[in-house]
T-cell receptor
């Protein structure tokens, strides 16, 4: 079974520039997540989709971050304009929603962003 | 602040020894906990999970213990191998009832296995 795919793997930009990340979840997984992982910390949820609808975006800095999941499959996360503090690894995860609250999330390799 | 934390940021063990990684959580309403392993340059990899109605769950070489009285979680790795070297995260699902819930991750423990 193919895992969660992400691209690019690395990105270096200057502050105030824009950047976009792409994620392809595991086939059949209805739920997709974007996390930000700052060096030395655990992942922090930015946004959660169920199919193509947003379930939780309370931690997303909406003045500069946006995300979409058209057709309920692939997703893109955009930062515009980027700040130095956005330097982090951006992880995408997906899960096959099961009733009862259990949802094993499977992570992609992440995109490592460096803002100069 | 984060509700899930780890007692020790680093742990060094010798190959073949058993490892114990600890985690504390603060939300007594959390009903689902997961351990992830993250190797350098990779995304977190699911290891084992446990629901709040259990106090122990075993997998292949790994055991998770849950003590709800003191809100403590531990991951035990038997016969630790060099390939186990990684950062280990516990994550807490603060689920809203039985629907989709948000995972909160702790800071992680760096496990180093010496030959």
């Amino acid at each position: 079974e193919a895992g969660v795919a992400q691209s690019p793997r690395y990105k270096i930009i200057e502050k105030r520039q824009s950047v976009a990340f792409w994620c392809n979840p595991i086939s059949g997984h209805a739920t997709l997540y974007w996390y930000q992982q700052i060096l030395g910390q655990g992942p922090k949820l930015l946004i959660q989709f169920q199919n193509n609808g947003v379930v939780d975006d309370s931690q997303l800095p909406k003045d500069r971050f946006s995300a979409e999941r058209l057709k309920g499959v692939d997703s893109t996360l955009k930062i515009q304009p980027a700040k130095l503090e956005d330097s982090a690894v951006y992880l995408c995860a997906s899960s096959l929603y099961r009733s009862g609250g259990e949802e094993t999330q499977y992570f992609g390799p992440g995109t490592r962003l460096l803002v100069l | 602040g984060e509700s899930v934390g780890l007692h020790l940021p680093t742990l060094s063990v010798q190959e073949g020894d058993n490892s114990i990684i600890n985690c504390a959580y603060s939300n007594s309403a959390s009903d689902y906990f997961i351990w992830y392993k993250q190797e350098s340059g990779k995304g977190p990899q699911f290891i084992i999970d446990i629901r709040s109605n259990m106090d122990k769950r075993q997998g292949q070489r790994v055991t998770v213990l849950l003590n709800k009285t003191v809100k403590h979680l531990s991951l035990q790795i038997a016969a630790t191998q060099p390939g186990d070297s990684a950062v280990y995260f516990c994550a807490e699902n603060m689920g809203r009832g039985s629907t989709l819930g948000r995972l909160y991750f702790g800071r992680g423990t760096q496990l180093t296995v010496w030959p």
